[in-house]
């Protein structure tokens, strides 16, 4: 139409591109009329760039949309909000949240305001990421704008200061949503509950939990079991059971989850036969073991000592058609005594197809520097790099004690260094290991610069 001299209005233009197919090729199309028509007179506006930088943000260009955003400012159009938010949405996609940060800043420099569902997205993207901190910034900047948060933005806060333990933060948000007048649903309740056993806030957890029977709100069996698994991981069994009886007398049928929990407490008591048989009650009512029970189970067997039961229970997993996973194989590696079977234990991972991590290693490692066998250390520290499996903090604090009990102090000098620049942090038992070592050849200064940086 163009070509034939028929004139187009802009608006006529951003229909035609809003129009266009959302599969590849009509994306792609609409990328190249953006291109093209400013060469027959369409001059776009700041809807056209917005419309442009969706269909770049839908084929994942979110680094091409921001830049067309930029060079928005260099033209007639500005950006909007809605600009803005098009963007925004396009790098929560992708999860890039340093940049969603930046842009939020750039909005309240410019005057700017994120609608309240960006608001809610950025705020989930934190706290899923653990950057709980930030998304309480974002959450006071949200109120300041007067921006009314929903219980959904509030339930996602409380549950991401549970993950990383802020319990004053919750109860600080709880009492803020009360006195907004917003009532914490069961959703909210179940959040905090579980976030709390999950950290070991089990007295806090179950006066929530009574809080709710008060407030006549129906307790299901997710509420029952994270409370139970609580319970289980203070070693507060009695009550753990007690909580079980009652849910199958309020009707309530625990599940796999239930009696993985119970078992496992169990086991970690060394009550291995009864947590045993507890699972032969679970499969006599049709629910079948999964790999968190199994894992349970062998845990307790080695806390038990009974390694051989444990090594036969993972060959039975294979039976049934469960592949032992990594925790599997470390568990008994850490128990074992005889480093040739903890060998064979890692070949017979690596044969399965199973990465070890870096837990399985430091095992092993460290049961040789027992033994004072820092060359049979030094070939499973190069297969784990052979591996691509990365160090931790306990594999370099395992082999600096091991090289200066051998008194290698040079390795294991370098090895502090190599540590430090990774920002991992010394025990104290390495430091003073090291420290020893250099009062034991005269270097005085050395262990004094050690000694403060270990202050």
Not at 190 to 207: D, M, R, S
Not at 304 to 317: C, R
């Amino acid at each position: 139409m163009l070509n034939y001299g028929v004139v187009m209005s802009v608006n006529s233009c951003n229909l035609f591109l809003s129009r266009l197919s959302k599969d590849f090729e009509g994306l792609e199309m609409g990328l190249r009329v953006f291109r093209k028509f400013p060469e027959v007179g369409i001059c776009w506006n700041t809807a056209s760039h917005i419309i442009v930088m969706n269909l770049l943000c839908q084929l994942g260009k979110v680094k091409a949309a921001h830049n067309l955003l930029l060079q928005m400012e260099f033209k007639v159009c500005m950006p909007d909000v809605i600009s803005y938010n098009t963007l925004i949405n396009g790098y929560c996609h992708v999860e890039e949240l340093q940049t969603l940060m930046r842009l939020v800043e750039e909005m309240q420099i410019k005057g700017l305001k994120p609608n309240k569902f960006k608001f809610d997205v950025i705020i989930f993207l934190l706290c899923k990421n653990r950057k709980v901190l930030d998304a309480e910034t974002v959450f006071r900047e949200m109120l300041r704008l007067g921006v009314i948060p929903e219980k959904v933005i509030y339930t996602t806060l409380v549950d991401g200061f549970c993950k990383v333990g802020k319990v004053s933060s919750i109860y600080n948000l709880l009492d803020e949503m009360q006195n907004h007048g917003i009532i914490p649903d069961f959703v909210t309740y179940i959040a905090i509950i579980c976030g709390l056993c999950q950290i070991g806030k089990i007295v806090e957890a179950n006066e929530l939990f009574h809080e709710m029977n008060s407030r006549g709100m129906q307790v299901d069996e997710v509420m029952c079991t994270a409370l139970i698994d609580g319970y289980c991981k203070s070693g507060e069994l009695k009550q753990a059971f007690l909580l079980h009886n009652q849910m199958v007398q309020n009707g309530l049928t625990p599940n796999v989850v239930t009696y993985t929990a119970l078992a496992n407490g169990l086991s970690k008591l060394g009550e291995v036969e009864t947590a045993n048989e507890l699972l032969h009650e679970m499969c006599a009512k049709g629910l079948e073991p999964n790999i968190f029970t199994y894992n349970s189970l062998v845990n307790g067997l080695c806390k038990a000592g009974n390694i051989v039961q444990a090594v036969k229970l993972m060959e039975d997993m294979d039976v049934v058609g469960l592949q032992p996973c990594t925790i599997t194989y470390t568990t008994p590696m850490d128990a074992y005594w005889m480093l040739e079977d903890g060998e064979r234990l890692l070949n017979w991972m690596l044969e399965k197809g199973i990465m070890p991590n870096a837990t399985t290693y430091n095992s092993l490692m460290k049961q040789y520097c027992i033994r004072n066998d820092m060359h049979a250390t030094s070939e499973i520290y190069r297969g784990m790099h052979a591996q691509g499996v990365v160090p931790d903090r306990n594999s370099y604090n395992i082999l600096i004690k091991g090289h200066c009990k051998a008194r290698n102090k040079k390795k294991a000098w370098f090895l502090h260094r190599e540590m430090v620049e990774k920002g991992y942090r010394l025990m104290v038992a390495s430091y003073n290991a090291l420290i020893k070592g250099f009062f034991k050849r005269k270097k005085i200064s050395e262990a004094r610069k050690l000694f403060e940086e270990m202050r």
